[in-house]
């Protein structure tokens, strides 16, 4: 297998150090930078004649900067990859100027699943938490609507649904292998109506829920976003949340948005900020997902 001959690291990227190590065995010469540059010029300046750079959500990596990386063929991206247009690298000049690119998928969804049930059982139990009904509710029965049903939402769901909630979700298309083990799809304004609890699983950049959304959503619910970023149109989530009966859940400040500061001192807005999905396991996983990229890369597979 053939080894690059330069690889940068922009910024933090979050590879374990046994990755870092190993990563060594990919390329002639591995230089790191532990910040974020602040201009493009900087950037440029930062990838000079590597042949491949490996960055996380930030910088941005626009045509602008690729253009001005002759020796660049590969960028690695440590962070998921969903699509062209939620990059922060530019794909599609990237692919017509013989750069590769590739991402990562699916490292942190455990971690997602476990904030969901602790969020849910905090607020239906009331531990440390104002309970959501007269007494304790159990997970049991509770009519819970997923928007967004990938890789995290299934597993989500599937935990929930062994716990006996009733599941429905929306999604692009009907999951049939969901269908049959009983959780059913719904149009989205009917999962709305009919959920007591919403939980979002969107990909980055996708915004669903409007005025018309919130208004079939109603009063009295719990809103759990387990977005990379926000799912719900700013001024329509505020309203939202000025009714004290709603209770939203994020658990990044980013997964709520522009509206976080105004909103993070209500006591019906549970939001640690800190990333669920981010655990241990999750940055061995990604690690490994990161050098996998560099090792397909290489081979040419």
């Known amino acids: 297998m053939e080894r690059f001959r330069k690889i940068v690291e922009i910024g933090p990227i979050g590879l374990q150090p046994w990755a870092e190590e190993k990563l060594g065995d990919y390329a002639e010469e591995i230089v790191r930078f532990d910040t974020i540059p602040q201009s493009e010029d900087e950037l440029v300046s930062m990838i000079g004649d590597a042949d491949a750079v490996l960055v996380r959500t930030m910088p941005l990596v626009p045509a602008s900067v690729l253009s001005r990386c002759p020796d660049l063929r590969y960028v690695g991206m440590c962070c998921s990859l969903y699509s062209k247009e939620s990059a922060n690298v530019d794909i599609d000049y990237a692919e017509k100027h013989g750069i590769t690119v590739y991402g990562i998928r699916d490292y942190g969804d455990k971690g997602v699943t476990e904030f969901v049930v602790y969020a849910l059982v905090r607020i239906l139990h009331g531990y440390d938490w104002p309970m959501w009904r007269k007494r304790p509710k159990e997970i049991t029965g509770l009519r819970i609507g997923f928007v967004g049903f990938g890789t995290s939402g299934q597993m989500t769901a599937r935990l929930l649904k062994t716990m006996g909630a009733d599941i429905t979700y929306y999604a692009r298309s009907v999951k049939d292998e969901c269908e049959q083990e009983g959780m059913h799809f719904r149009p989205l304004h009917q999962l709305l109506e009919e959920s007591e609890a919403v939980v979002t699983c969107l990909n980055k950049g996708v915004i669903l829920l409007h005025d018309e959304e919130f208004r079939h959503l109603g009063c009295g619910k719990i809103m759990i976003n387990t977005s990379i970023g926000p799912a719900s149109d700013m001024e329509a989530l505020r309203k939202w949340v000025l009714d004290d009966r709603n209770i939203l859940v994020s658990d990044t400040a980013a997964g709520i948005g522009d509206i976080y500061d105004g909103i993070k001192g209500r006591k019906n807005v549970l939001c ?26 290489l081979s040419g597979k």
């Open 272 to 297: 640690p900020d800190a990333s669920a999905g981010m655990t241990e396991e999750a940055y061995d996983l990604m690690s490994r997902k990161v050098l996998d990229n560099i090792e397909r890369m």
